[in-house]
């Protein structure tokens, strides 16, 4: 059974940057046929997909995020991280990690999702 | 970024209910659509992928139709774990998105 957990802190400062990781267990993050994402979802706007990375180390982000975001692998850990730099009260929300079919794009194994605050 | 719109936001149904949920995409995604339920406090779990597939281990009440612009998820007969949030994301091209979700409620 695959089980992804995320963890960070849960309250982060205004103009600082947001670190999230997200620990795979059940499978290998190497394995193909799938890529390991990042989706939020904000309390009013809903779900956003932010991006995700392949066990390769390949990206693709969400152009509305991208000149703030990276997300990384670490294969030796099996674990993936999402870094967001100089948040603000709008990248408040449920941080969900997640897994996602690399030819369907649909995701099959989610965390159980992190509320990350913005606030002073 | 493609604009995925579902309707009703909410409705309320009744045990033994047949349940139609429609989204709508901005441009033809052909049958890259994707359903899935919430529960408060939990994360989404898929039940259809590529419009009409259904996930393993998800029951055969849940059925996906549609292509181009639109798609429809229906429940054939409601039951009492049914009741949540759905949401449809399509997975065309990148960025992918999700509708703003229906509340199916008692």
């Known amino acids: 059974q695959v089980q992804l957990q995320e963890s960070g802190p849960g309250l982060v400062k205004p103009s600082q940057d947001l670190s999230l990781t997200c620990t795979v267990s059940?499978?290998?993050?190497?394995?193909?046929?799938?890529?390991w994402t990042w989706i939020r979802q904000h309390p009013v706007k809903g779900l956003e997909w932010i991006g995700y990375?392949?066990?390769?180390?390949?990206?693709q982000y969400n152009p509305s995020l991208k000149s703030r975001v990276t997300i990384s692998i670490d294969t030796s850990k099996n674990q993936f991280s999402l870094n967001l730099y100089s948040v603000t009260g709008a990248d408040t929300a449920v941080y969900f990690c997640?897994?996602?079919?690399?030819?369907?794009?649909?995701?099959?194994?989610w965390g159980q999702g992190t509320l990350v605050t913005v606030s002073s | 970024d493609i604009q995925m719109t579902q309707s009703p936001s909410s409705l309320s149904a009744s045990v033994g209910d047949r349940v139609t949920i429609t989204c709508r995409a901005s441009q033809s995604i052909g049958n890259y659509l994707n359903w899935y339920q919430q529960k408060p406090g939990k994360a989404p779990k898929v039940l259809i992928y590529?419009?009409?597939s259904l996930q393993s281990g998800v029951p055969s009440r849940f059925s996906g139709s549609g292509s181009g612009t639109d798609f429809s998820l229906t429940i054939s007969s409601l039951h009492l774990e049914d009741f949540a949030t759905y949401f449809c994301?399509?997975?065309?091209?990148?960025?992918?998105?999700f509708g703003q979700g229906t509340k199916v409620e008692i």
């Open positions: 590529a419009a009409s």
């Open positions: 994301q399509h997975s065309y091209s990148p960025p992918w998105t």
């Open positions: 990375v392949y066990h390769n180390a390949n990206t």
């Open positions: 997640a897994r996602g079919s690399e030819w369907l794009h649909y995701f099959d194994y």
């Open positions: 059940g499978d290998s993050i190497s394995s193909g046929g799938y890529y």
